[in-house]
């Protein structure tokens, strides 16, 4: 069986560096918010190319953390819409109303999967205040059209970062596109921790010492509370794991597109449709996703011939009891890609044979 993903082999490749951070930790006496975290919040932004980094507890933490934050700075208010995309995964979308204001959902470009700048247009009001761009499966959105939007009506704009992890548009990195942005280091994102854990990156000064009080308690000097915060902190051993993680990250995306260079030049079956890519740089192929009419057929197919798949994602966020009240919405870009998509395996150490084995397995179905 050729698993979907196998993170036990990912972390097993780096079993030395990740030992030795352990055991640093063990001997430092250090558990919560001292010098892994500070080398770690340095190295990501250094990585990243902005001024700031903020470890924080989870990816989800991070976005809630951003919007707070910049209610804290008054440029938003409870209330205010923020444009998200219809199809992302679950998180973009409960940060906007966990952090108070309203999730408005707009739909994808059915081939890239991400935000449809053109829609974004047709959702602008006096209510929007912020974009949040989603960089799903590891495709940066299309950043220079939506910043030239948020420019012209003045509304901020965030990245959710979760999936792309170190890809590329006109040199800069993902993280470094907008006005903050959220990254996840869930264990099977493709910079992963050993258990929960996330960031925030930013060039603003303020808006990243607000989040580094807002993260602890709303305190930066020990029992002096600012503001009404929350326990949200990346903690040593998760900082320390990471460290080595991003110094393999490039090489294991360059491993990823690899992969998918092969799966696009491979794959003819023209009853799958493939993902496009048209700037190599800016995807980090966190999943390979395709498109299938007959999605089950495949996916059963697949699995009788010993290739694991996943759906992302089966049922989209205006059809989920969570949002019931979103159920009216007619999305049918959204509804066609939750009915269509399989993600077939993609990850670093995935064996040469291994591909060629997905690849004779789609192109018999
Ligand atoms: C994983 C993910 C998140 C949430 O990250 P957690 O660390 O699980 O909280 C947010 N957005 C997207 C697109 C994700 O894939």
């Known amino acids: 069986m050729i698993p979907f993903l196998n993170l036990k082999e990912i972390n ?3 079993k030395e560096e990740l030992t030795q951070a352990f055991e640093r930790v063990l ?20 990585y990243c190319g902005t001024k700031h980094c903020i470890g924080v507890a989870n990816g989800l933490d991070a976005l809630v953390l951003i919007l707070e934050a910049y209610k804290h700075l008054g440029r938003l208010k409870n209330g205010d819409e923020v444009l998200v995309p219809a199809n992302t995964y679950i998180a973009s979308i409960l940060a906007i109303s966990l952090a108070g204001l309203k999730p408005v ?5 059915i081939k890239t999967f991400n935000i449809d700048p053109s829609e974004v247009k047709k959702h602008l009001n006096k209510n929007v205040r912020a974009i949040m761009a989603v960089h799903l499966y590891g495709q940066l959105a299309d950043m220079t059209s939506l910043q030239e939007i948020a420019q012209e009506h003045g509304l901020l704009i965030f990245e959710d970062s979760a999936q792309s992890h170190g890809a590329i548009l006109n040199g800069r990195r993902c993280g470094n596109l907008s006005d903050a942005s959220g990254f996840s280091f869930y264990p099977g994102k493709n910079l992963g921790a050993l258990g929960d854990a996330g960031a925030v990156t930013t060039n603003h000064d303020e808006l990243a010492s607000v989040i580094k009080t807002l993260r602890n308690y709303g305190s930066q000097e020990k029992y002096v509370n600012r503001y ?28 990823r597109r690899r992969i998918a260079e092969k799966y696009l030049k491979e794959i003819k079956n023209p009853r799958i449709h493939l993902p496009e890519c ?18 089950a057929g495949l996916q059963s197919f697949l699995k009788e011939r010993g290739v694991g ?4 994602y089966p049922i989209p966020p205006h059809k989920q009891e969570a949002y019931k009240e979103f159920a009216h919405l007619n ?10 998509v399989l993600s077939i395996p993609i990850y670093p150490t995935m064996a040469e044979k291994d591909v060629s084995q997905v690849i004779d397995a789609l192109n018999s179905f």
């Open 309 to 312: 798949t996943l759906i992302h």
């Open 12 to 14: 097993l490749a780096h």
């Open 228 to 255: 009404k915060g929350v326990n949200s902190r990346l903690d040593e051993l998760q900082a320390a794991l990471l460290r080595p993680k991003l110094r393999h990250l490039d090489t294991e995306t360059e491993a």
């Open 331 to 340: 999305l049918p870009i959204t509804e066609k890609i939750h009915r269509e």
């Open 27 to 46: 001997n430092s006496g250090y558990f919560i918010m001292g010098p892994e975290l500070e080398a770690f919040e340095r190295e990501f932004a250094e």
């Open 278 to 295: 048209p700037d190599r740089e800016a995807h980090a192929w966190h999943l390979f996703v395709v498109l299938a009419d007959d999605r």
């Open 105 to 109: 959902l707009v739909e994808p470009n």
